[in-house]
């Protein structure tokens, strides 16, 4: 069983759990939604361990189990009237005095349940019970809630020890983060096209979608490159490539007449791969244009030669791929090369690669200085190319990139046109943008009284247009006679409606999810959510109460709807409006079940003021920021810059723009490496060298059958091994075997080796050792390997 | 230089990755057990559930018809080549998101048989060797909301998805636009993508070299996309092209049926031409916000399909949905059994497998029991095609092994083990 310090728990996550995926009035949700509950950060901001040791099982239960596990996903059926009421588990609501011991104890009871070796409380929420769960599966096995149920079940069993578990599981930021490669989102990749091309273009806009994690797309983790999209890299590239020889005499840099085809084209190559790679080539880099280069002059002229070189370069990993691996500096730490540090900085705030100027001072070094690095980090965000960044990210937090095409219906809403939507997403756009730039906090985006419109949209709305100077594109400032900033904008109202009419559940989940940060879970299976007909004698709002009326509804709806009613008064294409049908608007809600938010409302205006003033929602805008900006989900990884993020937020009373100075200033932002994480990572380092390249070292073969004596283990004969050293340091090495079967039958291999040390960690085998001898053998899904076939395991030891 | 390079590709790329069904590639003999096979796999899918009173037949197993105003009713032209299949359920998964990754993987993990790979593309490992795509992936509206496990069906491994094309414009390129040049001028073209491919392959195997076991899987990756574009560069050989569809914005609710119909042309005409032998167009996904517009409807398809029996009027705008989607799958069917096989024995359709899967049962009670599921195509003789099979409670994943078997593979479970092993009895 895995054990895992609640300790280490990232706190600011508060992931309360509670969702309507497909709930009750059909509503859509989030395409990164979780069905089950995978995640277990505690609620709110208490350190249920004082500090570090080992929490007691009391404190383990609510904070680890109840909170983020019963409390929500369970309780819904678990209670008095619930579906689950007659079964071994009742739970109490939180308002019942004496909750916390009587769902102590009860839990407890069920976890000493025990059914064929394995406990109730482990059997019944995963569905794998033999009588099933009616329920369905509420937490996946290999998940973080499932290890937390089986701690407490080891607790409630008494085998459970707090001690002998360090290292493993355990979370957090020691390492300062994972030497990790991040290929180009599909925006920063045609931003980086428009960069090299010096035009701009659409290319790698319609590209295949990319896995989109917590709304965003930039997750490092999730960006690969498939079959598909290789094929579209290649074709973009050929495209570019084609329009750059087009310019090609005053692209050259260089005239082949002059000094030569072969002189200039290495020019070329060494001065464009350093604009594609955002770094130096290496030797061998410029090896294999320059060769390329003369195969493809060679048959299709010096032009021709130089366009498979663009060609080949626009697909390269140097380009498609950023690193954050650093240069070894001792200790196991990696300080990212300066060229890194440009491209990270780049990309964080304009999303595209370095200008002339940080190139220069990646050239120089002189960016590792941290002061000059805020020094470009101050003049990239005051320049415009700052925007579209900005931009990406508000729509990616509320999910405004789906305005343009969430389908509403023509019949009832003709006035929505295409121009409308881009409008008002230029409004947003624009009103972030201003905000951000002139200082502003998180309460103004939430609570200001003016926005920005083109006086088509401020017709469509019904407010007086802007008496001001226009932009370029026709917006100009208005005031909304509103006090709810960016909430109520028309491209928010309208994202989060339906087809034929507002939705009140829409709307409380995107203030749920994405300004409280408590993620919901779906609606559970064998219920018959159906909502009741249309029915023209009741209003929108009191179709939805309807939720409320049925207890097993209330334990999710209660938490959405309300909050959902606040937005009332705006319509399914963003108007505002005082009647609904025949029914005059009622906006009163609520926010229940936060830690700080909480309190009843009247209307969008009162509900903002609720958010802006919360501790709740700075700290949740700082995650979302922090997904967004670092790329990632992980709370390792966030959890390296979150506490700084926080501090500097809160010191600067909200100033948006203060998160990416602060982000720049992190120890996470310039360095990687320093301990172990999570085994195998500061093992597999090697020094990279600066020319940001090395060999992957020697290759030793082996043929099946030689290697052993004439006693012992051996070989599996059929079987040759090509042993590649991955990386070596002073203390040990790291090794990737490749199992090479020679014959024309599958063989169940196995691969003797010499033991030259401690093995640390090992992958895709196992090991037994025989003497001076490690005898590998694959696991089950590479045991085998097929006639002529190969597979491969990889090792790491200390000497 | 190039033998080490594609040593490389097999040890690094697609050996990791593939090693699990090594022995099916291996195995081409065996294909001839067990009866005649199909040459062609396709699945088909339309999302959020159904609402099983107005999709169900009535009649026996082989006399049966589709009751009129039903969803399945466009079909009864296609009837004698359909076997409707009731009363399997994903064991394990319920809900949107949990049936949507169960349908074509039936909650496989890496240790099973079927390594946790949906089944599109477990049977493209074992028979998409010889042809220029392993597999094809057709969308329509699939990614609106990005790629995540609500709006992919098919995984290429535990947790990673294969994403579909749904740009009709994008996949006309990729797949026929070198047949537009003359065919020396496509060699010369190949020649030189593939030094090119030659030269990536180094640059990813040389960062590869520099990264830790954590971010390795990334490159791994890279280099099996690197060799699976190697591979599409080769053969474009003689295809009856189909009509270049029409550019426009592919998001656009109202374009999906052209879109739909795009596609399914590309497809039949791919598959005509032996780029591939598996295939799969995913319409939409789970949670669907598309509105039938063009059949007057206004509400979201996933809001309609939680509409309770006495909303006559919101069950009566799903049903005309989901007849929609059966027409789509009519064409479907009709366009493969209106094109005869190379070599002129008998009809496309008539050689292919064709799966019409979904990702839950009753939609409203949001959970995966008594799945719907419509096959269609002979098999090559191997099955009695005109019929309807009532289960009660079978594992969806017999079906798959049958659906695998059908396509010459040998496994004898798929997905989940625990649920149960051995094809579909009573699919023969």
Not at chain 1, 689 to 711: L, N, P, R, W, Y
Request: proline share 5%; aromatic share 6%.
């Amino acid at each position: 069983m895995r054990t895992i310090h609640a300790s280490h728990v990232a706190l600011l996550l508060a992931l309360a759990a509670c969702q309507n995926d497909g709930g009750a009035a059909g509503s859509e949700t989030d395409g990164d939604t979780t069905g089950t509950v995978t995640g277990t950060g505690t609620s709110g901001d208490v350190d249920p361990t004082d500090g570090g040791g080992c929490p007691s099982d009391m404190q383990f239960f609510e904070a680890r189990v109840w909170a983020p596990i019963l409390g929500t996903a369970c309780v819904g059926c678990h209670n008095f009237e619930g579906l689950a009421k007659d079964s071994r588990m009742v739970l109490w609501a939180e308002s019942e005095e004496g909750w916390l011991e009587h769902n102590f104890a009860a839990a407890r009871e069920v976890a000493l349940v025990d059914d064929g070796g394995v406990s109730l409380l482990l059997l019944k929420p995963t569905n794998q019970h033999p009588d099933m769960h009616k329920g369905g599966m509420v937490v996946a096995p290999d998940t973080e809630a499932y290890d937390v149920l089986a701690e407490f079940v080891a607790r409630s069993e008494g085998t459970f020890s707090c001690t002998g578990s360090d290292g493993e599981g355990a979370v957090g930021c020691d390492g300062g983060g994972l030497r990790r490669v991040r290929r180009l989102s599909h925006v920063e990749y045609n931003r980086s096209l428009q960069a090299v091309l010096g035009a701009p273009t659409e290319l790698g806009l319609g590209f295949a979608a990319d896995t989109v994690v917590q709304g965003y797309t930039n997750n490092a983790g999730a960006l690969v490159v498939s079959g598909l999209l290789a094929d579209q890299y290649r074709d973009a590239a050929e495209k570019v490539a084609d329009l750059i020889v087009a310019e090609l005499p005053a692209r050259l840099g260089c005239d082949p007449q002059e000094i030569g085809e072969e002189v200039c084209a290495h020019e070329f190559i060494a001065r464009f791969g350093k604009q594609v790679f955002r770094r130096p080539l290496t030797a061998d880099e410029q090896a294999r244009y320059r060769s390329l280069w003369k195969e493809a002059a060679a048959v299709e002229q010096f032009a021709g030669g130089i366009r498979w070189t663009i060609a080949a370069m626009l697909q390269s990993p140097g380009f498609l791929y950023r690193t954050e691996l650093g240069e070894h500096a001792g200790d196991g730490v990696y300080p990212l090369s300066a060229h890194e540090l440009a491209g990270e900085l780049s990309y964080l705030i304009v999303g595209g690669p370095p200008d002339d100027a940080l190139m220069a001072a990646a050239e120089d070094g002189s960016l590792k200085d941290l002061e000059v690095l805020r020094m470009h980090a101050d003049r990239l965000l005051a320049g415009a190319d700052a925007d579209a960044t900005l931009h990406r990210f508000v729509d990616e937090w509320l999910h405004l990139d789906r305005l343009r095409t969430v389908p509403r219906d023509a019949t009832l809403y003709p006035e929505l046109t295409p121009q409308i939507r881009e409008a008002m997403l230029g409004e947003t756009h624009r009103f972030a943008a201003a905000v951000y730039r002139s200082g502003g906090s998180l309460t103004e985006l939430l609570t200001a009284n003016y926005s920005y419109m083109t006086d088509a949209l401020a017709m469509y709305y019904g407010v007086e247009a802007g008496a001001g100077e226009a932009d370029p594109a026709g917006f100009k400032r208005v005031d909304t006679g509103a006090a709810s900033g960016l909430l109520t904008h028309g491209g928010v109202m309208t994202t989060h409606a339906l087809p034929t009419s507002s939705s009140p559940i829409h709307r409380g989940k995107l203030v749920r999810e994405r300004l409280l940060c408590q993620e919901m879970p779906p609606p559970p299976p064998a219920l018959d959510t159906s909502p009741p007909p249309v029915d023209p004698e009741l209003s929108t709002r009191d179709r939805y109460i309807q939720h409320a009326s049925e207890a097993t509804c209330a334990g999710c709806h209660s938490r959405i709807d309300p909050i959902g009613f606040g937005f009332e008064h705006y319509d399914a294409v963003g108007r505002t409006r005082s009647m609904d049908g025949i029914h005059p608007i009622d906006a009163s809600g609520e926010i229940v079940l936060t830690d700080h938010t909480n309190g009843a409302f009247d209307g969008a205006d009162e509900l903002a003021q609720l958010l802006a003033g919360s501790p709740d929602v700075e700290a949740c805008y700082t995650l979302q920021w922090a997904r967004y900006a670092v790329g990632s989900d992980a709370e390792t990884e966030l959890q390296c810059v979150q506490d700084e993020l926080m501090a500097a937020f809160v010191a600067a009373e909200g100033r948006l723009d203060s998160l990416v100075l602060a982000l720049v200033g992190t120890r996470f932002f310039r360095e990687r490496g320093g301990a172990v994480v999570d085994g195998g990572e500061t093992t597999t380092g090697g020094d990279p060298g600066t020319d940001g390249e090395t060999t992957t070292g020697d290759e030793t073969t082996t043929s099946g059958g030689t290697t052993g004596a004439e006693s012992g283990p051996v070989t599996s004969p059929g079987i040759d091994t090509q042993v590649t050293q991955d990386s070596q340091w002073k203390k040990g090495e790291c090794n990737t075997v490749t199992v090479i079967n020679t014959t024309d039958a599958p063989i169940t291999w196995q691969v003797v080796l010499p033991r030259l040390g401690k093995v640390q960690n090992a992958w895709s085998a196992e090991y037994t050792q025989d003497g001076d001898l490690l005898v590998w053998s694959g696991e089950p899904q590479n045991a085998e390997v097929a006639a002529q076939g190969t597979t491969s395991f990889g090792f790491c030891i200390l000497y | 230089m190039s033998i080490r390079r594609r040593s490389l590709l097999r040890g690094l790329g697609i050996g990791l990755v593939a090693a699990p069904f090594v022995n099916l590639l291996s195995a081409p003999s065996s294909r001839a057990e067990g009866g005649p096979v199909a040459r062609r796999f396709i699945v088909f899918f339309s999302p959020n559930g159904t609402i099983p009173q107005h999709w169900r037949p009535s009649g026996s197993e082989t006399e049966f018809t589709f009751p009129a105003g039903s969803i399945l009713e466009p079909l009864a032209d296609v009837q004698d080549r359909l076997i409707v299949v009731e009363g399997l359920d994903f064991f394990g998964a319920d809900n949107h998101k949990g049936g949507m990754a169960a349908m074509l993987t039936a909650s496989g993990a890496a240790g099973d048989e079927s390594g946790g790979l949906s089944i599109d593309q477990f049977v493209a490992r074992a028979v998409g060797g010889d042809t220029r795509f392993a597999s094809l992936e057709f969308g329509v509206q699939t990614s609106l909301w990005g790629g995540s496990t609500q709006t992919r069906m098919s995984y290429s491994a535990p947790k990673t998805w294969v994403t579909p094309d749904d740009d009709p414009v994008n996949v006309y390129g990729r797949l026929f636009g070198d047949l537009m040049g003359g065919e020396d001028a496509a060699a010369a073209l190949r020649a030189r993508r593939q030094r090119v491919v030659d030269l990536l392959v180094d640059e990813a195997t040389a960062l590869r070299g520099r990264l830790g076991s954590e971010e390795r899987p990334k490159l791994d990756a890279h280099l099996d996309a690197l060799a699976q574009l190697e591979k599409g560069l080769s053969g474009a050989t003689a295809c009856a092209l189909p009509g270049a569809p029409a550019a426009g914005d592919t998001q656009d609710n109202a374009r999906f049926p052209a879109t739909t119909t795009a596609q399914i042309d590309m497809m039949v005409a791919a598959l005509a031409c032996g780029m591939t032998r598996v295939a799969s167009l995913q319409l939409s996904h789970t949670v669907s916000p598309t509105v039938c517009s063009w059949l007057g409807v206004s509400e979201g398809h996933h809001s309609l399909s939680h509409m309770d029996d006495k909303n006559l009027a919101g069950v009566a705008q799903f049903v005309a949905c989901e007849r929609w989607f059966a027409e789509q799958f009519k064409y479907l069917v009709q366009k493969l059994a209106t094109t005869p096989e190379a070599d002129m024995q008998g009809s496309m359709l008539d050689n292919s497998v064709v799966l019409w899967a979904k990702e839950m049962g009753d939609s409203r009670m949001h959970n995966c029991v008594s799945v719907p599921f419509v096959l269609a195509g002979g098999a090559g003789g191997r099955w009695q095609t005109g019929r309807y099979l009532k289960f009660a409670g079978e594992s969806h994943g017999k079906l798959m092994v049958s659906l695998c078997q059908a396509m010459g593979l040998t496994n004898e479970t798929f997905g989940n083990p625990e649920v149960g092993a051995g094809p579909l009895p009573g699919l023969v």
